[in-house]
């Protein structure tokens, strides 16, 4: 596709169930960021990738917020033991490096609501 | 610790005024200073970026100003339009990006 693409664009949980929430960059971005989004509030930073070298976690807020993505292509972004507090917008970006200056490509989000 | 801070939170503009957005940042090592623009279900999209060794940029009806001294920068929005009515956050950062609160502006026709 032309753009960031993530899925599902909705999920409804019950509390204490694991998500997936999956990002596809678009082709050939090297890197990859993950952004969460509450309800009124800003963009809040959790983890980004760039080609292969280690990735920068040092947002994601406890370690029930995990990612992984293979290569240059698909993100995977999990919450064990979903909470309330969970809800959010999860939104990721791509760019072409992650050299100052790239402009960040943004899907359309993941609505995760926790019930 | 809050890497930016945007405000004012929500701002209403009569067509054809300039909208202001306010931004400062704390780590002077930020050397990227991009504008967003949202609109409701959709993702945030590059609107205008600038870097520290300018004073400002300009693009159609969109300027930065960017003071490094006070480690500040604003959006302006000249002659808004109703269809300028979306939320805009202004970033900071390098190979990571911080993003403000975010703004909600409404342009009244």
């Known amino acids: 596709g032309a753009g960031v693409s993530q899925s599902p664009s909705n999920k409804v949980t019950e509390k204490g169930k694991d998500v997936e929430l999956r990002c596809d960059p678009i082709s050939g971005h090297t890197a990859l960021y993950w952004y969460r989004q509450r309800l009124g509030q800003g963009l809040e930073f959790l983890i980004y990738?760039?080609?292969?070298?280690?990735?920068?976690k040092s947002g994601l807020p406890s370690d029930r917020f995990s990612a992984e993505r293979t290569g240059e292509s698909v993100s995977t972004l999990t919450i064990q033991r979903t909470q309330q507090e969970d809800s959010a917008v999860y939104l990721c970006?791509?760019?072409?490096?992650?050299?100052?200056?790239?402009?960040?490509?943004f899907g359309s989000g993941t609505q995760l609501s926790v019930l | 610790q809050q890497q930016v801070k945007q405000s004012p939170q929500s701002l209403i503009v009569q067509k054809g005024g300039i909208s202001i957005i306010n931004c400062a940042y704390e780590?002077?090592?930020?050397?990227?200073f991009p504008w967003y623009q949202q609109f409701p279900g959709k993702g945030p999209a590059l609107l205008i970026a600038?870097?520290?060794?300018?004073s400002e940029k300009k693009e159609g009806r969109f300027t930065i100003s960017f003071n490094k001294s006070a480690k500040q920068f604003s959006l302006h929005i000249m002659d808004s339009q109703p269809g300028d009515s979306a939320t805009y956050f202004c970033?900071?950062?390098?190979?990571?990006?911080?993003f403000g609160t975010g703004t909600s502006l409404t342009v009244i026709p």
């Open positions: 600038i870097r520290p060794d300018v």
């Open positions: 970006a791509s760019s072409p490096s992650a050299r100052a200056g790239e402009k960040l490509f």
């Open positions: 970033a900071a950062g390098g190979n990571q990006f911080y």
């Open positions: 780590n002077t090592a930020f050397d990227y």
């Open positions: 990738f760039q080609g292969n070298s280690a990735p920068d």
